[in-house]
T-cell receptor, first 114, second 109 residues
Framework: TAGITQAPTSQILAAGRSMTLRCTQDMRHNAMYWYRQDLGLGLRLIHYSNTAGTTGKGEVPDGYSVSRANTDDFPLTLASAVPSQTSVYFC?????????????FGPGTRLTVL | GQNIDQPTEMTATEGAIVQINCTYQTSGFNGLFWYQQHAGEAPTFLSYNVLDGLEEKGRFSSFLSRSKGYSYLLLKELQMKDSASYLCAFSDSNYQLIWGAGTKLIIKP
């Protein structure tokens, strides 16, 4: 079982360019999340989706957008990248967006914005 | 406001026991999670506590005191493969996870 996959694995991007990070899960989970992880900081939630067709803003949404057209896919778009968006990005999913459901994480995308 | 705190780094000896503490402050609380993250890899779930007390799962146990805003992860019979970062996170009133920065655990032979 693939679980949750992300693409690309890593990317170097010029400032001002746009990019979409892809995330796909095959567990039929209702909820999906995008986090960024920076050295010395905890994971920070960028956007989330509790079910297909709905999205919400997390702690650090500025400069990012998401869509949830179906259950499996949850792409994250950077419209105009800036160096402060250099980070490791993790996509995660859980059965529901409430309660004590375990979140399953993808392998991450390492993004460098120059 | 909300915050969560855990030590940056801890060192322990193979075969020993180590306790990693986590303290938090929040007005809305829906449980406390512990995850393990090996260097360069994704976090993986270890435990979830929503009621006070100790939850045991093999060599790992997790404790929660809601009144004190305190949790710990206890790792017994340490193995070299336990070298990793351990992340605590609480679920807030909106069921969003607020994460600590992680505790890097170094295991020495």
């Amino acid at each position: 079982t693939a679980g949750i996959t992300q693409a690309p694995t890593s990317q170097i991007l010029a400032a001002g360019r746009s990019m979409t990070l892809r995330c796909t899960q095959d567990m039929r989970h209702n909820a999906m999340y995008w986090y960024r992880q920076d050295l010395g900081l905890g994971l920070r939630l960028i956007h989330y989706s509790n079910t297909a067709g709905t999205t919400g803003k997390g702690e650090v949404p500025d400069g990012y957008s998401v869509s949830r057209a179906n259950t499996d896919d949850f792409p994250l778009t950077l419209a105009s990248a800036v160096p402060s968006q250099t980070s490791v990005y993790f996509c995660a999913s859980s059965d529901s967006g409430t309660g004590g459901d375990e979140q399953f994480f993808g392998p991450g995308t390492r993004l460098t914005v120059l | 406001g909300q915050n969560i705190d855990q030590p940056t780094e801890m060192t322990a000896t193979e075969g020993a026991i180590v306790q990693i503490n986590c303290t938090y402050q929040t007005s809305g609380f829906n449980g406390l999670f512990w995850y393990q993250q090996h260097a360069g890899e994704a976090p993986t779930f270890l435990s979830y506590n929503v009621l006070d007390g100790l939850e045991e799962k093999g060599r790992f146990s997790s404790f929660l005191s809601r009144s004190k805003g305190y949790s710990y992860l206890l790792l017994k019979e340490l193995q070299m493969k336990d070298s990793a970062s351990y992340l605590c996170a609480f679920s807030d009133s909106n069921y969003q996870l607020i994460w600590g920065a992680g505790t890097k655990l170094i295991i020495k032979p």
